[in-house]
């Protein structure tokens, strides 16, 4: 019996990071950003908004929902951070 991937999971690859995140969505353009984002850099941006708490804090909420049914990515919370001046990817 296989155990469902955690999205937080440092164990999970990434393309099982990406896929967590897809399950339930049909929305073909936020499947192709969540699947860029899983295969760059073993998933390192997957993994930073998941778990970089000053990356939720400077969007005033996580940017990847855990809550739901299924994951989910706030991308115009990602959007807003990118657009933050001073902010920069490099941190963490």
């Known amino acids: ?3 469902p991937v955690s999205v937080a ?7 099982e990071l990406a896929e967590s995140l897809l399950e339930g969505v049909v929305n073909e353009p936020m499947r192709a950003a969540t699947k860029l984002l899983g295969a760059h850099g073993d998933g390192y941006w ?3 908004l998941t778990g970089d708490q000053e990356l939720a804090a400077g969007a005033d909420h996580p940017l990847i929902d855990l809550s739901g049914r299924y994951p989910t990515v706030d991308w115009d919370g990602v959007g807003h951070l990118l657009k933050t001046p001073g902010w920069s990817g490099a941190h963490g």
């Open 1 to 3: 019996m296989e155990m």
């Open 46 to 48: 997957l993994r930073r």
């Open 9 to 15: 999971s440092d164990r999970a690859t990434s393309e």
